[in-house]
């Protein structure tokens, strides 16, 4: 796309600049500017409103060349560069660019006389790239062809600095769903308690040598945030439904930022809920609303992905958090058809089969992977539509195929897989560029016959070479001091960890998941924070 590259770079300063506190409007002497290598100076310093820079309009008419009218009775800024034509007006969350209206991530204001703008916004409309320097607490704005280097040396455009050097993510995922990792059922209604919880989670995964979190936003067909298309989590206050008094995804990302780390939104897709009797939901939620697209299987509700429907209505409920939210990435956990399927216990869509069918698959096998993998490119292509640097990936189950399977599957005899049990046609997702990285999760030891690890990272490493998509690899530190071979020592971590680093196409790691990693399963937090400050 034309301004992919260009919003990844703006985004990194979006949410580097987040990462300051909400007391840095305060201490905004403190910012400076520069635009192509040049001191930039300002009567009113840059600051941050709704974590977004606010820069003054006069910057961008004299830096850039941009003709700039200010209509006082209407509190309206037309900006004009090019063939471009920008309108922006105090208060209003929407702009018009060229004659379209486009939401806007922050309004207009107006400070000690001067009219402030969001940099990002601006910045994308006008061939702006911006940087942030964090040391020296500096934005660097730069204008194409000026020949000054558009990024920051030492980071990834796009990405947020971490607590290292290391261009290599190194993530931890933190589940909400049965309260498994944050917040504790101790917490529920305490927002105090809550934030206190998820900061001092942060500050020892950091301490571990963590750059990247991936929290549960959407546990089974709900929110832990503000929506207005499913309900509030149970796992904030015990009640489906409940209010719990703040918007908790907000305080997520900005501590998250703060921190210097990335924030990746989870989402469970086709998850409705893990309660059965639909009377305990409240009245939004998606099972008493659309009680036709649930499939009840395994005890549990499950949005019928073969219904188009429903399938967008999730893809705007996730557009709800990348419009909304500051967010790194979106990230989707392999629940996609369930795997637990059996002759007495069946996924029945049957119906939906027949009905909503139009290129009339025979197998249904394959109709239901063509139904993920409509999925997945229509939500890529909504996140990237709207915010080009936000990545979009998937973790899915460790094993794609077995070669018994398919010829070109992996050396491994799994007893489930996530093309034939989840319909999950990850090859397909990765060689049409649908997704920025895979980060399958490879839950088994070195020396685990059925599915070893160091053969499975080859395997997957082999999917994503030449392609553009990123390889992650999910790791099971929970899975330390269990019975299972291999698992009797935390060099076992350790050990995987130099497969990755010498197999060339292993971008980065993630863990689950942060409270079992945080437990120092067998000693292993020393040797993996000695690991991360030598590699």
């Given at each position: ?430 060689q049409n560029g649908w997704i920025d990285y895979v980060a ?37 530190p929970y899975k330390l001091g ?54």
């Open positions: 796309m034309k301004f992919r590259s260009l919003l990844m770079l703006l985004l990194l300063s979006v949410l580097s600049l987040s990462s300051l506190s909400l007391s840095a409007q305060a201490k905004a002497s403190q910012i400076t500017m520069l635009l192509d290598g040049q001191p930039l100076h300002s009567e009113v310093p840059p600051f941050l409103k709704s974590n977004f820079t606010m820069v003054p309009l006069r910057v961008i008419s004299e830096g850039l060349g941009a003709s700039v009218n200010w209509n006082n009775s209407a509190s309206t800024a037309t900006i004009t560069k090019d063939s471009d034509t920008l309108v922006l007006q105090a208060g209003r969350k929407t702009a018009k660019v060229n004659g379209t209206a486009v939401p806007l991530d922050a309004t207009v204001q107006v400070v000690s006389g001067r009219t402030m703008v969001p940099l990002r916004f601006v910045g994308e409309h006008l061939g702006l790239l911006v940087n942030w320097n964090q040391t020296k607490q500096q934005v660097t704005l730069v204008t194409k062809d000026s020949g000054v280097p558009s990024t920051v040396p030492g980071t990834t455009p796009g990405t947020v600095p971490g607590n290292t050097d290391s261009a290599q993510l190194r993530g931890a995922w933190i589940s909400t769903v049965y309260n498994l990792d944050w917040p504790s059922t101790k917490s529920y209604g305490n927002e105090a308690q809550q934030k206190a919880e998820y900061t001092a989670l942060l500050d020892k995964l950091q301490d571990t040598g963590i750059n990247a979190v991936f929290v549960q936003v959407r546990p089974a067909a709900d929110a832990i945030y503000p929506s207005e298309l499913v309900p509030w989590s149970q796992y904030l206050t015990g009640t489906p439904g409940k209010d719990p008094g703040y918007d908790p995804l907000a305080f997520l990302v900005e501590e998250t930022h703060k921190r210097g780390m990335q924030f990746h939104a989870w989402f469970n897709p086709f998850r409705a809920s893990i309660l059965t009797d639909v009377s305990k939901l409240p009245a939004n939620s998606t099972a008493v609303q659309h009680p036709d697209w649930i499939v009840k299987q395994g005890g549990k509700l499950y949005i019928n992905p073969g219904i188009p429907d429903a399938r967008q209505q999730i893809i705007d409920s996730v557009m709800e958090v990348v419009q909304n939210y500051n967010i790194d990435g979106v990230h989707l956990d392999d629940y996609f058809y369930p795997s637990g399927e059996s002759a007495s216990d069946k996924f029945n869509d049957d119906s939906t089969f027949l009905t909503y069918n139009p290129d009339q698959i025979k197998n249904k096998g394959d109709w239901r992977r063509n139904n993920i993998n409509t999925f997945v490119r229509d939500l890529g292509q909504s996140i990237h539509k709207v915010k080009p640097g936000v990545s979009f990936g998937i973790s899915p189950f460790g094993v794609w195929r077995n070669k018994a399977t398919d010829l070109t599957g992996s050396d491994t005899k799994a007893g489930i897989t996530a093309y034939d049990s989840m319909y999950a046609d990850v090859r397909t997702w990765i399958p999760q490879i839950y088994w030891s070195m020396s685990f016959t059925n599915a070893r690890y160091d053969k499975l990272v080859d395997w997957w490493s082999q999917e994503v070479r030449g392609t553009g998509v990123k390889l992650y690899v999910g790791h099971a269990s019975p299972e071979v291999g698992w009797q020592t935390a060099q076992e971590i350790i050990n995987q960890l130099n497969y990755n680093k010498q197999s060339g196409e292993v971008q980065g790691s993630i863990f689950y998941s942060a409270k079992d990693l945080l437990k120092n399963p067998l000693g292993l937090l020393p040797l993996l924070k000695s690991y991360f400050l030598t590699n």
